[in-house]
Structure formats: structure tokens, C-alpha cells
């Protein structure tokens, strides 16, 4: 090998060793960002339209190198879609390692205790962040599509805050949920107390839903749930307002009335024995150890004392009761 060809050689190698460096140094140095910004990169885009864009808006200064390097190392087949988060002193080697594992911008919902269904609902449907393909559904038909056809949806839906990306289908949000609820469900059932007037996880889930609306105080949920289990063992009626309120529906003006009380549906445990025939609500995870752990005590009522506290007055007998209403509710002495 002649001189030349050993020196030209030399210079070729010389020269790539530095551009390797400096691709090195690029994709380790800050990029330049003066504040926090998202990038979405879109299904289907490439390395180079995503480098173009972030080189025009002045945040990579040496696409060319960003180029090679994803080439190079195998990453440009494997960045996935969705929004990124890019924040003053994030390196481009940083952000690749994001978009190749994925770690996208999360928004989130969160599903609040005690509401019922059409109002999670109207809390999912009006999201921007969600892809919308239930907003005109039926219930039948929203169970259906999330894999649980012919069950009632009120109350299979475990209320947490919830995290997902832009675009994210509102079924996989719902099918998470609901499989929250069922795990969470079953390993309650599994460390229930015995005894318990239950047949099966759904009947404690429609107790657990009563509990969520009557209790306001998370101290007095294994109290009000032990009253609730003496009146069932007792073949005595619930006679809880919050049922009658579901059963009355969408029509509730806010202000309960004898008649309603009096007024027959299903979910009117003033008319009725027993549970209603599903759940009032969601409940969340203290209703459910309330009922499946609640307190062994003797009462048998409870009134609410109307005050800021939010607690009430349990009572054993009917007359004591009374008087605690007169006290409480109709403020009589």
C-alpha cells in the first residue's frame, strides 16, 4: 500500500472519528429550549419530517446528526407516536430514548366517588383529550362494546384519576376502570368478615354503592354499613333517601318529598325489602371494605345531624330514633 493511500486513509479516519465526536457531543448537549414545549409526532411521520420541523423552530441545530444517529443505532423503526414533553436541558439522546420507549405526554380524568354513571360518562364525553366513539351510545350498548354485554353499568367502575395519552379510545379508559373495580371487588370479597348477608360481590357492591351516598364521613362508613347489615339480617326495609333519589332519575329537582318516599320503583327501599337491583353509584375503596368488614353494632337508625360536620346520630331503638329526628331534622325540642 502506497504512502498516499495509507495517509489518505489515516485522514478519512481521523475525519470520521471527529464527526463521530461531534454527533456524540450534538446528541448529548442540550438542545436549544428556553421553555418547556410538546411535539407531537404523528402516526406514520418520519425521523426526517420530525427533525425538519424541531430544526426550523430552533430546537435542533444538527438534524443531519440526529438522522444518523436513530439510522445507526436501529432506533428510527422503533420511535412510537403520541406527544412529547420537551423541557429546558433535555438532550436529543434523551429525547429519543423517550420516543423509543414511549413515554408520552399524559393527560388525566378522575372519576369521582359516589357519582353515577351517566355522570362519569358526562365527565369522559367531555374531554378533549379522549377519542369520543360512545357520546350517542346506550348503556346496553357501552357494555357491550368494552366486552360485558347484558350487565347493568351502574357501579362496575372503580372512581380514580385516571392517566392516558391524546387520543386514547374512551373504551380502553372504561374497560380499565371496570377491571379495577372487579379486582379490587373480588380481593375485598375474598377478606370479607363471615356472616355477611351476601350471596355473591355484586350484592355487597350494590351495599357498597349505599354507603358511598350516605356517608360523608370516612369514620362513620363501617358504623352506617353495619346499620344497613342489622336492618337486612332483620327483614326490615333499607329506607335510604339516596335510592329513592336514583330511582326517580334524571326528573330529581334537588329537594326530596314525602311523596317520593311513597312513590314505588324498583330502587324505593321505603316501599320495597332487601337491595335494589343494582347499584346507585360508584362506589369507592373504603364503601367497599366498610361493607365487607363494617362494624358490629347494636344500631338499628341513623339520622344526620344537618350541621357542617356531616356526621350523624345512630340510634338503637325506633323511639330513640324519632327523637333524634325531631332534634336534628324537624329542630323541634
Same mark, same amino acid.
Given at each position: 500500500? &502506497? ?15 471527529? /464527526?463521530?465526536?461531534? *454527533? ?23 425521523? &426526517? ?29 422503533? /420511535? ?15 429525547? $429519543?430514548?423517550? *420516543? ?7 393527560? &388525566? ?21 379522549? =377519542?369520543?366513539?360512545? =357520546? ?40 380499565? #376502570? ?25 350484592? #355487597? ?9 350516605? &356517608?360523608?364521613? #370516612? ?62 353509584? *360508584? ?34 331503638? $325506633? ?7 325531631? =332534634?336534628?331534622?324537624? =329542630?323541634?325540642?
Amino acid at each position: 500500500m &502506497s504512502r498516499l493511500i495509507k495517509i489518505s486513509l489515516f485522514t478519512i479516519f481521523i475525519a470520521l472519528l471527529a /464527526l463521530a465526536a461531534d *454527533m456524540f457531543l450534538f446528541m448529548t448537549s442540550p438542545m436549544q429550549l428556553e421553555k418547556t414545549r410538546i411535539y407531537e409526532f404523528k402516526p406514520g411521520a418520519s425521523v &426526517s419530517v420530525m427533525t425538519g420541523e424541531l430544526h426550523r423552530e430552533g430546537v435542533l441545530y444538527r438534524p443531519l446528526y440526529f438522522r444518523l444517529w436513530t439510522r445507526l443505532s436501529g432506533d428510527a423503526r422503533m /420511535l412510537k407516536a403520541g406527544e412529547y414533553q420537551l423541557q429546558p436541558g433535555m438532550t436529543p439522546l434523551q429525547l $429519543l430514548d423517550d *420516543m423509543v420507549v414511549g413515554r408520552v405526554r399524559l393527560y &388525566s380524568i378522575t372519576l369521582v366517588e359516589g357519582w353515577t354513571f351517566w355522570q362519569m360518562m358526562e365527565k369522559i364525553n367531555s374531554s378533549e383529550y379522549l =377519542k369520543h366513539t360512545l =357520546k350517542n351510545a346506550s348503556d346496553a350498548s357501552i357494555m357491550e362494546t368494552i366486552g360485558y354485554p347484558g350487565e347493568h353499568p351502574e357501579g362496575r367502575f372503580y372512581p380514580d384519576t385516571y392517566h392516558f395519552p391524546r387520543g386514547m379510545d374512551e373504551v380502553q379508559l372504561l374497560r380499565q #376502570a371496570y377491571e379495577e373495580m372487579q379486582r379490587r371487588l373480588m380481593a375485598a370479597w375474598e377478606g370479607r368478615a363471615t356472616g355477611l348477608p351476601f350471596n355473591t360481590p355484586y350484592e #355487597a357492591l350494590i351495599m357498597a354503592s349505599i354507603v358511598e351516598k350516605e &356517608s360523608a364521613l #370516612a369514620s362513620e362508613r363501617t358504623r352506617i354499613a353495619g346499620v344497613f347489615i342489622n336492618r337486612l339480617r332483620k327483614g326490615m326495609r333499607l329506607q335510604t333517601d339516596p335510592t329513592v333519589i336514583y330511582g326517580l332519575g334524571r326528573s330529581f329537582d334537588g329537594d326530596i318529598r314525602f311523596r317520593d318516599l311513597r312513590r314505588d320503583t324498583p330502587y324505593n327501599t321505603y316501599t320495597r325489602r332487601g337491595l335494589p337491583p343494582t347499584p346507585i353509584a *360508584m362506589p369507592g375503596q373504603g364503601a367497599i371494605d366498610a361493607v365487607m368488614n363494617p362494624d358490629d353494632t347494636p344500631y338499628l337508625y341513623f339520622v344526620a345531624r344537618g350541621d357542617e360536620s356531616g356526621s350523624h346520630v345512630f340510634s338503637e331503638t $325506633l323511639q330513640e330514633h324519632e327523637a333524634a329526628v325531631d =332534634k336534628y331534622q324537624r =329542630k323541634r325540642r
